[in-house]
T-cell receptor
Framework: NAGVTQTPKFRVLKTGQSMTLLCAQDMNHEYMYWYRQDPGMGLRLIHYSVGEGTTAKGEVPDGYNVSRLKKQNFLLGLESAAPSQTSVYFC?????????????FGPGTRLTVT | EDQVTQSPEALRLQEGESSSLNCSYTVSGLRGLFWYRQDPGKGPEFLFTLYSAGEEKEKERLKATLTKKESFLHITAPKPEDSATYLCAVQDGAGNNRKLIWGLGTSLAVNP
C-alpha cells in the first residue's frame, strides 16, 4: 500500500517549457487535490477533483491545467513555465465524506523554473 | 476575511518540556479544524480533526483542543522525534464556501 505517490521528485525547467506532474493514489479516494507550498505563503490549492472526469479551480489556478481521466490518477500540467511557478507541489487525496476532510499527502515535487 | 494564524512561528523546547501551539481562526462558519505534522522534505501528515467547541483529541504526546476562536495543540513531555512543523487548517462551511484555509505553521524543535 503506497498511499499517494508523486513523480518526478525534482525537476528543473527553463522559462517557457512545459511539463506534467503525475499523482497516483491506491486508497480508492474520490477526492484529489494539487497544492503548492511557498515560504511565507503556506499551502495554496491549485486545482481539485471530486471524482473521475471532474476538475475544479482552487485558489491559484492560473498557469496550470489538470486532468482526472482515471480515479487513481490526477495530473497537473504547466503549459509554459514561469519563474513564479518555482515551488514545491503536493498532491493529496481524501475520502468522499466531505471536501477537505483528512487529506493524505504525497511526498512532493520540487520544481525550479529558471 | 477568513483567516488562520498560528503562533509562535518557531518554538524550541528541551526534551520533556511541555508546551502548547496556538491556532486562531476567523471564519463565518466552522465546518472543521485540522492539525497536520510536516517533516522537512515531506508532505503533511494528518493528525486530528476537531468539529465543535469543547472537543478534544489525543494521540500519544499530542492533545488538540478547540474553542470558538482557537485551537491548541498541547505537547506533553516532547521527544526529539516530535520535531517538525505543525500546520493548522480550517474548513469554512458557510454557504458554498468549502475551501480549506491553511496557517503558516509552527516549527517545533525539541532538543535532547
Amino acid at each position: 500500500n503506497a498511499g499517494v505517490t508523486q513523480t518526478p521528485k525534482f525537476r528543473v525547467l527553463k522559462t517557457g517549457q512545459s511539463m506534467t506532474l503525475l499523482c497516483a493514489q491506491d486508497m480508492n479516494h474520490e477526492y484529489m487535490y494539487w497544492y503548492r507550498q511557498d515560504p511565507g505563503m503556506g499551502l495554496r490549492l491549485i486545482h481539485y477533483s471530486v471524482g473521475e472526469g471532474t476538475t475544479a479551480k482552487g485558489e491559484v489556478p492560473d498557469g496550470y491545467n489538470v486532468s482526472r481521466l482515471k480515479k487513481q490518477n490526477f495530473l497537473l500540467g504547466l503549459e509554459s513555465a514561469a519563474p513564479s511557478q518555482t515551488s514545491v507541489y503536493f498532491c493529496a487525496s481524501s475520502w468522499p465524506t466531505g471536501y477537505g476532510y483528512e487529506q493524505y499527502f504525497g511526498p512532493g515535487t520540487r520544481l525550479t523554473v529558471t | 476575511e477568513d483567516q488562520v494564524t498560528q503562533s509562535p512561528e518557531a518554538l524550541r523546547l528541551q526534551e520533556g518540556e511541555s508546551s502548547s501551539l496556538n491556532c486562531s481562526y476567523t471564519v463565518s462558519g466552522l465546518r472543521g479544524l485540522f492539525w497536520y505534522r510536516q517533516d522537512p522534505g515531506k508532505g503533511p501528515e494528518f493528525l486530528f480533526t476537531l468539529y465543535s467547541a469543547g472537543e478534544e483529541k489525543e494521540k500519544e504526546r499530542l492533545k488538540a483542543t478547540l474553542t470558538k476562536k482557537e485551537s491548541f495543540l498541547h505537547i506533553t513531555a516532547p521527544k526529539p522525534e516530535d520535531s517538525a512543523t505543525y500546520l493548522c487548517a480550517v474548513q469554512d462551511g458557510a454557504g458554498n464556501n468549502r475551501k480549506l484555509i491553511w496557517g503558516l505553521g509552527t516549527s517545533l524543535a525539541v532538543n535532547p
